[in-house]
């Protein structure tokens, strides 16, 4: 399975290890593309962890099963920790008044939603779902503090499809919450890969039946207020990719909130998003390796159109003073300059006290290494064709037409900048 990655030559002169030819692994192996990586599954409640095993029919491999076995160390405390958590915590979060709208960063994956939500989260005055909170949601106000102190240990210094610091404080999507309180979400294919796309119907809810798309949002509300609660009240900034094909609901839940959407070249995106679903349904998966040749490349395409079409008929329903739209290559041109132009635009006071924090992490994150990948000329053909709508409106047409030229190897290279992991 091809991630179109170009890495640079080590100093004998050789590709790195993950791309020199290797030995045949043995039949138990665990294929770990990327890294190693905590399982997310563990902040499951139990009942929602059988119903995960039943959709793959329980098709474990069996190099997985120690790996598995471990869930059950863990997953049924959940329970109790959700009953204690919720008699102290329940009555004082859903008397909250959610008279602050939230801020919902949005994008297909890899377009610089991580690199925004990030310099988000570095004003002192704005609030963000952790790593913690969107992993065990059904008792992060109970155990955060405690818990994630002895979690911390299994979990690797950056994620695996890229060099980003990882920390169960550090910024999270609230997906993740989402589907450790037993919902829908395309994420579920993470956990049996080898059966191809999984619930990808829950990217826009067209289809989906009225019940299940009510309890989505009951789910959603629920760990929204407690997030409130959790941080006292300020202005929250959630980001989720998927959301870009949510507005309806959104709009519905949070008549008042603001969004922030922004682009990227998709001949950019394409690899990228290709190199993150091949590092997370390799450690994720509860059968591996995952067998991704027949569909992934075709289902990236198609989750990028789906996503941008659903994102181009609701975005009428956001008003012109609450919704944003830049493009990534602006936004690491100049990030200061782009997120003082989204304060103003949108009415986030206070711009002045973010500065200093956010010119703190651009400048721990100066050294980030960059990536190029090499994609063969009929797929960037491919992409430019199906994308077309959303590369015209964006101005990346001159780029994909550049792309498009062969180079000397006969396909088409095109450089991307890993400042950020969705």
């Known amino acids: 399975m091809p991630d179109y990655e170009v890495l640079p030559l080590d100093e004998e002169g050789q590709p790195p290890r993950r791309k020199r030819k290797k030995p045949k692994m043995p039949a138990l192996t ?43 160390l863990w997953v049924p ?40 939500h990030d310099l988000f989260s570095e004003d002192p005055n704005l609030a963000f779902p952790t790593t913690y909170e969107c992993f065990f949601p059904h008792h992060f106000l109970l155990t955060e503090g405690h818990l994630d102190k002895v979690f911390k240990i299994l ?32 994420y579920n294919t993470m956990a049996w890969p080898r059966l191809g796309p999984a619930e990808s119907e829950y990217l826009d809810f067209k289809g989906l039946p009225e019940a299940k798309k009510k309890s989505w949002a009951g789910a959603f509300m629920w760990f929204y207020r407690r997030l409130v609660l959790q941080h006292r009240g300020r202005r929250l900034v959630l980001k989720s990719p998927a959301n870009a094909g ?31 679903w091949r590092a997370l349904y390799s450690t994720q998966g509860l059968h591996n390796p995952p067998q991704l040749e027949s569909w992934l490349d075709d289902y990236v395409l198609d989750m990028f159109q789906q996503l941008t ?57 100066s050294d980030h290494r960059i990536s190029s990948y090499r994609l063969p000329d009929p797929l960037t053909r491919k992409i430019a064709e199906r994308l077309a709508p959303y590369i015209e409106r964006f101005g990346y047409r001159d780029a994909v037409n550049a792309a498009l030229g062969k180079d000397a190897e006969g396909g088409s290279k095109t450089p991307v900048r890993e400042r950020e992991p969705s």
């Open 30 to 72: 665990i294929e770990r593309y990327g890294g190693r990586l905590l399982y997310v599954w563990f902040g499951m409640r139990f009942g929602a962890l059988m119903r995960l095993f039943w959709r793959g029919r329980f098709s474990f491999t069996l190099n997985c099963i120690p790996d598995t076995l471990a869930l059950f």
């Open 77 to 116: 405390w959940n329970t109790p920790l959700y009953w204690i958590s919720e008699l102290k915590y329940r009555r004082r979060a859903e008397a909250l008044p959610l008279d602050t709208p939230p801020v919902f960063v949005i994008g297909h994956w890899r377009t610089g939603t991580t690199l925004l």
């Open 155 to 186: 979990l690797p210094k950056r994620r695996p499809q890229d060099d980003v610091p990882v920390g169960f404080d550090r910024p999270q999507e609230e997906e993740f919450a989402m589907i450790m309180l037993g919902e829908g979400s395309p």
């Open 246 to 276: 949510r507005l309806k609901l959104l709009t519905e839940l949070f008549p008042d909130a603001r969004f922030v959407y922004i682009a990227r070249n998709p001949l950019d995106v394409f690899p990228s998003t290709v190199k993150l």
């Open 309 to 365: 079409e659903a994102y181009e008929e609701d975005r009428h329903l956001i008003s012109e003073d609450r919704l944003v739209e830049m493009r990534y290559e602006d936004l690491v041109t100049d990030p200061i300059g782009t997120m003082r132009d989204v304060y103003t635009r949108l009415g986030i006071s206070d711009f002045a006290q973010a500065v200093a924090p956010m010119r703190t992490i651009l400048s721990d994150r």
